[in-house]
């Protein structure tokens, strides 16, 4: 994803959020398992005990024959009110607990009755809830029973007349499918959260281990995609400089003085232009190695310098003659700072430095320019005033993106010559099928 700062639009690579999301596939598998267990044992744990409820349906007067009139009406609702309370009493319950002969007590029992009286009317709906299905239905049943024996010899009124007797019911009345719903919700969730975890890493990356950064975030072109060296690797690490160095004589057939820039010295640029420089030489080319790092030689080329002897700093402030300060090793020629001074960018920006170019341009073919960080001191900036071309590395197990952003931000404000960025030390099996397929077998060192 890249956000195009001239026209605010938003760009997402679809085809590498599919592989990214694809080379994460079991993490969201896993986590949408994890989840849909999670709330499967939440429903479990949380569902109430399934209750089976059945209604026993009275017709109660209280007399052998009920006149259908509203004298009548009224009579049968008062005897209808008593009975209720004759049918809920503690005798009668305890009565029905101790004929079914269950463990329980009649509190609890009175628990399971609820009573109905439609509008105006003798009609009486009793029901009763019970964890047993059969159970609930012997439970309504023998409560009839009791009840009408006590109602007689409270009251002396005739049995209710049922017209609709108890049933066993075949589904929990509480009957619910949480299972099925937090499993399923779990699930989903699981899987939303890791792919939202995995788009959230993916969006906050501020490395480089993927090629297309490159032109995405900075958009510069991209020179080359130099991998990590290892034994295992070397032949795609060789035929990586190779492209490189012809990507560069591309971008700017005629430079000669190219300089190489980084955000911070974490790039190490003298590793990687070491290797650039050997690649050149096996093309027959005649390279030599400026190092301008004068506000602090002990970063870089400068570590690899001699202690005697004097370097760049010298030949800027006009102590020695440039054929004191090159150096020839392993068929290669350097050019170090040793001392640091305080004028470094009036040094690298004077006459001095230019002529020393112009005479470096007489003997070799490249000269290659490692510099100072662009992040902490402006002689980089200098130096690049009079290269033909510059190229930033980058290095993906170091650079950072926005440190990038900005090191290519000051290079476009001077208007230098950029060419592109290298992107150097990345992981092989992060280069995606540039290295693995497509990259290794044009070049014949493709292994399955």
């Known amino acids: 994803m890249e956000k195009n700062q001239k026209n605010n639009i938003i760009v997402v690579h679809v085809a590498e959020l599919i592989h990214l999301f694809a080379k994460r596939l079991w993490v969201i598998i896993l986590a949408g398992i994890v989840f849909a267990a999670a709330g499967y044992s939440y429903a479990v744990m949380t569902k109430e005990i399934p209750m089976y409820m059945t209604t026993t349906k009275m017709y109660v007067t209280g ?65 009763v809830t019970f964890p047993d299905p059969e159970w609930a239905k012997k439970v309504a049943d023998e409560l009839v029973v009791v009840s009408a024996e006590r109602a007689w010899q409270i009251m002396g009124c005739t049995e209710p007349v049922v017209y609709e007797e108890a049933y066993a019911p075949e589904e929990p009345y509480n009957y619910s499918s949480s299972e099925i ?9 699981g899987v939303a959260l890791a792919c939202f975890v995995i788009l959230l890493n993916y969006f906050a990356n501020s490395k480089f281990d993927s090629p297309n950064k490159v032109t995405d975030k900075l958009h510069l072109k991209k020179l080359g995609v130099i991998p990590k060296a290892s034994s295992k690797n070397l032949a795609y690490q060789e035929a990586a400089y190779q492209v490189f160095c012809s990507h560069l004589f591309f971008a700017k057939p005629d430079a000669r003085v190219i300089n190489f820039v980084s955000a911070t010295e974490k790039e190490n640029k003298y590793a990687f232009l070491l290797k650039a420089m050997e690649s050149l030489q096996k093309m027959g080319k005649k390279v030599i190695l ?125 208007e230098l010559p950029v060419v592109g960025a290298v992107l150097w030390d990345i992981n092989i099996q992060k280069g995606g099928k540039y290295f693995r397929k497509e990259f290794g077998m044009y070049f014949g060192v493709y292994e399955k």
């Not at 009548?72 to 009565?95: A, D, F, H, M």
Request: overall charge negative; glycine content about 8%; proline content about 3%.
């Open 181 to 189: 719903l937090y499993t399923l919700l779990g699930g989903i969730g």
């Open 290 to 414: 400026l190092d301008t790092n004068l506000s602090n030689p002990q970063w870089g080329a400068g570590q690899e310098a001699d202690t005697n002897g004097k370097g760049l700093e010298a030949y800027l402030t006009g102590q020695v003659k440039l054929k004191d300060i090159v150096i020839e090793k392993e068929g290669m020629a350097f050019i170090y700072c040793k001392e640091a001074v305080m004028n470094a960018a009036e040094l690298l920006g004077g006459k001095s430095f230019s002529e020393l170019l112009d005479q470096l341009k007489q003997e070799y073919d490249y000269i290659l320019v490692d510099t100072a960080p662009l992040a902490y001191v402006p002689d980089a900036l200098c130096a690049a005033q009079q290269a033909d071309a510059v190229v930033l590395v980058l290095s993906g197990k170091t650079s950072r993106i926005r440190q990038a952003k900005e090191a290519a931000s000051l290079l476009a404000e001077r």
């Open 63 to 127: 007399v052998e024959a009920a006149v259908p009139s509203a004298a009548g009406i009224n009579l049968g609702q008062q005897v209808l009110n008593n009975y209720i309370e004759i049918l809920k009493s503690r005798p009668v319950l305890e009565q029905v607990i101790e004929n079914l002969n269950l463990n329980m007590s009649y509190r609890e029992l009175e628990n399971c009755i609820s009573e109905n009286i439609p509008l105006e009317t003798c009609m009486l709906e009793v029901s």
